[in-house]
């Protein structure tokens, strides 16, 4: 099947600094996406990208589908944003594929 | 915005009890899933149900598992005999008309066997 790899797989970051999560696949996917899992286990949708980049707030995605990756970017950030970073993909069926995550600290 | 949600939030049981999970998914959507992901591990998917039946399951989804839709806005895991190593938080979700339309997630019920 399809490998989903995330780098980096740790990340520690002072509250303000920007950063960039990366997904590689190791074949083309229809489709991709991003989910933040805060310290609670809630595991909240990002974003919805297969190809293209998007904005929200001070985060954005940026898909190269033909190139297989994907970036997630965080701005200024903030405690909040700490969690496990998970981008997963389907291909061809219902099942979504997660990959192994990049779990972000932010220290105050 | 609509969103999934899932009830309990934290369900302890002994080993060998029945348990259901319960998801109300969003009110349009067709697609209903349920995925788990044991404590430090990478999310899996354990199945996917569209028009009142099971459209793939994993290995992980063995006889041990069932899934329901007994009305028309629950969608239920149920395990029959809980073992230990079924601990996990178990997340349900939904599509609107399936994989090429994205997925919202619910919030997780944590399931703890002891």
């Known amino acids: 099947g399809i490998q989903v790899e995330q780098s980096p797989p740790d990340l520690i970051l002072q509250e303000g600094a920007n950063s960039t999560l990366r997904c590689n696949f190791s074949d083309s996917v229809n489709n991709l996406q991003w989910f933040h899992q805060n310290p609670w286990g809630q595991l909240i949708n990002l974003f919805y990208?297969?190809?293209g980049t998007k904005q929200n707030g001070r985060l954005s995605a940026t898909t190269v589908a033909t190139e297989r990756y994907s970036l997630l970017y965080i701005s200024s950030s903030q405690t909040t944003d700490s969690g496990v970073y998970f981008c997963a993909h389907n291909f061809g069926n219902e099942k979504l594929t997660f990959g192994t995550g990049t779990r972000l600290t932010i220290i105050p | 915005e609509p969103e999934v949600t899932q009830t309990p939030s934290h369900q302890v049981t002994q080993m060998g009890q029945e348990v259901i999970l319960r998801c109300v998914p969003i009110s349009n959507h067709l697609y209903f899933y349920w995925y788990r992901q044991i404590l430090g591990q990478k999310v899996e998917f354990l199945v996917s149900f569209y028009n009142n039946e099971i459209s793939e399951k994993s290995e992980i989804f063995d006889d041990q598992f069932s899934v329901e839709r007994p009305d028309g806005s629950n969608f239920t895991l149920k395990i029959r005999s809980t073992k230990l190593e079924d601990s996990a938080m178990y997340f349900c979700?939904?599509?609107?008309?399936?994989?090429?339309?994205?997925?919202?997630f619910g919030s997780g019920t944590r399931l703890t066997v002891v």
């Open positions: 979700a939904s599509s609107v008309q399936g994989a090429n339309y994205g997925y919202t």
């Open positions: 990208i297969p190809s």
